[in-house]
C-alpha cells in the first residue's frame, strides 16, 4: 500500500462518509490540530521524568484518535464503518490524576510563566495546543455538530497538562518562576 493517494492534489480531502471538503476547511483544522497535540503528547510521554505515567499519556493518545476520527467523521453522513467513541469515565480519569497532581505540589498563588526544564516546557506547548484544539472545537461547533464531550476532554486535558506541567517541575527540581506583572 502506497502512503500517498494524489487524490489531495487538488486542496480537497475526504471525510468519513465520503465528503470532499477544501482542506483549509475549520473541521480539518480542528482534527488537524487535535494530531499535531497528539505528537506533542507523545513528546511528554519520551520525556525521562514522565517513565512511570507513559501509560496515561499513551492512554490520552489513543483518546485523541477517537476525537480526531469523530472529528473526521461527515455529521450529516451514515457511515457503516464503526468509529470508537469518548466516555465520560475518560473525563473522570483525568480529573482524578488533575486532583492527584495537583496533592503533590505546593498551591498556587500566582500565574507561573512557562519553562523551567526543556521537558517541562514541552509539556506547556502541549497544554496551548490543547487550547487551540479546544477553542477550533467550540468554533466548529457553532456551525457544524460537535460532541459536547469532546470539548469537555479536551477542556479537562488542558487542565490535566498544567497539573503536569507543575508535578514534573517538582519531580525535576525546576523553578516554578511566578508571573510579576509590572504595573
Aim: proline share 4%; net charge negative; with cysteine.
Amino acid at each position: 500500500m502506497k502512503i500517498y493517494t494524489k487524490t489531495g492534489d487538488k486542496g480537497t480531502t475526504a471525510l468519513i462518509g465520503g465528503t470532499r471538503v477544501p482542506k483549509s476547511h475549520l473541521r480539518i483544522e480542528v482534527y488537524g490540530t487535535v494530531d499535531e497535540l497528539n505528537s506533542y503528547i507523545g513528546l511528554v510521554r519520551d520525556q525521562e521524568v514522565n517513565r512511570s505515567r507513559a501509560d496515561i499519556l499513551k492512554e490520552i493518545q489513543d483518546r485523541l484518535f477517537t476525537i480526531g476520527s469523530t472529528l473526521a467523521t461527515d455529521p450529516d453522513k451514515h457511515t457503516k464503518m464503526v468509529t470508537p467513541d469518548l466516555h465520560e469515565e475518560d473525563v473522570v480519569l483525568l480529573e482524578q490524576e488533575i486532583d492527584k497532581y495537583t496533592a503533590a505540589v505546593p498551591p498556587l498563588r500566582a500565574f507561573i510563566l512557562p519553562g523551567g526544564h526543556q521537558s517541562v516546557s514541552f509539556c506547556h506547548v502541549a497544554r496551548c495546543v490543547c487550547r487551540r484544539a479546544e477553542r477550533l472545537a467550540i468554533g466548529l461547533q457553532e456551525e457544524s455538530p460537535v460532541d459536547d464531550l469532546v470539548i469537555k476532554y479536551l477542556n479537562r486535558l488542558s487542565d490535566y497538562l498544567f497539573a503536569l506541567c507543575r508535578v514534573m517541575s517538582q519531580e525535576l527540581g525546576a523553578e516554578e518562576i511566578a508571573w510579576k506583572p509590572r504595573l
